[in-house]
T-cell receptor, first 113, second 114 residues
Framework: DQQVKQNSPSLSVQEGRISILNCDYT??????FLWYKKYPAEGPTFLIS?????DKNEDGRFTVFLNKSAKHLSLHIVPSQPGDSAVYFC????????????FGSGTQLTVLP | NAGVTQTPKFQVLKTGQSMTLQCAQD?????MYWYRQDPGMGLRLIYY???????DKGEVPNGYNVSRLNKREFSLRLESAAPSQTSVYFC?????????????FGPGTRLTVT
């Protein structure tokens, strides 16, 4: 039973346009959400996060939105650049000291020049 | 700072062989983690160590053992490798400060069991 779901395995976007990546979760205990970016043959790198007490967090071209009632979060990238082409993983964490993360299956973003 | 380092980068094992994957971090993080990544399944937690001296099972611990050697190092051992353990293995670490949840990952070890 996947507690964190990314239903779109892939997404293609034109350079300069907005990329929207979506993520749904089922566990209401999750109170912290993160997005990671992964290039081939490298480990995931942390991109942006949001606490459940907020509904939006922005960092440069990246914005994460959280809709707790729908158990849904999304990552917006504006404007998209070819270097953004990577696999994006959504992750969620419950409260507690172990900092465990549950990951979604990832979305391959391709930004076309 | 090297961050999180993993050795080896690649390994091929025959069924039944054993091996240890090494992980070290130089960020003075308290918590360390081992994940495996399989196609279409994201990253799944194998074992974690919330702090030096403690280890706990994650989502998929069967067939693995871990050792938190010291604050810097966290190793993953396969005692008798099986083809189902063919995967990419990632080690990660994180701090235990309030409000900090992000983990920092190593480059991965690609393991093939034939």
């Amino acid at each position: 039973d996947q507690q964190v779901k990314q239903n779109s395995p892939s997404l293609s976007v034109q350079e300069g346009r907005i990329s929207i990546l979506n993520c749904d979760y089922t566990n209401s205990m999750f109170d912290y959400f993160l997005w990671y970016k992964k290039y081939p043959a490298e480990g995931p790198t942390f991109l942006i996060s949001i606490s459940s007490i907020k509904d939006k967090n922005e960092d440069g071209r990246f914005t994460v939105f959280l809709n707790k009632s729908a158990k849904h979060l999304s990552l917006h990238i504006v404007p998209s650049q070819p270097g953004d082409s990577a696999v994006y993983f959504c992750a969620a964490s419950p409260p507690g000291s172990a900092r465990q993360l549950t990951f979604g299956s990832g979305t391959q973003l391709t930004v076309l020049p | 700072n090297a961050g999180v380092t993993q050795t080896p980068k690649f390994q091929v094992l025959k069924t039944g062989q054993s091996m240890t994957l090494q992980c070290a971090q130089d960020m003075n993080h308290n918590s360390m983690y081992w994940y495996r990544q399989d196609p279409g399944m994201g990253l799944r937690l194998i074992y974690y160590s919330a702090s030096e001296g403690t280890t706990d099972k994650g989502e998929v611990p069967n067939g693995y053992n871990v050792s938190r050697l010291n604050k810097r190092e966290f190793s993953l051992r396969l005692e008798s490798a099986a083809p189902s353990q063919t995967s990419v293995y990632f080690c990660a670490s994180s701090e235990r400060l309030a409000g900090v949840r992000e983990q920092y990952f190593g480059p991965g070890t690609r393991l093939t069991v034939t």
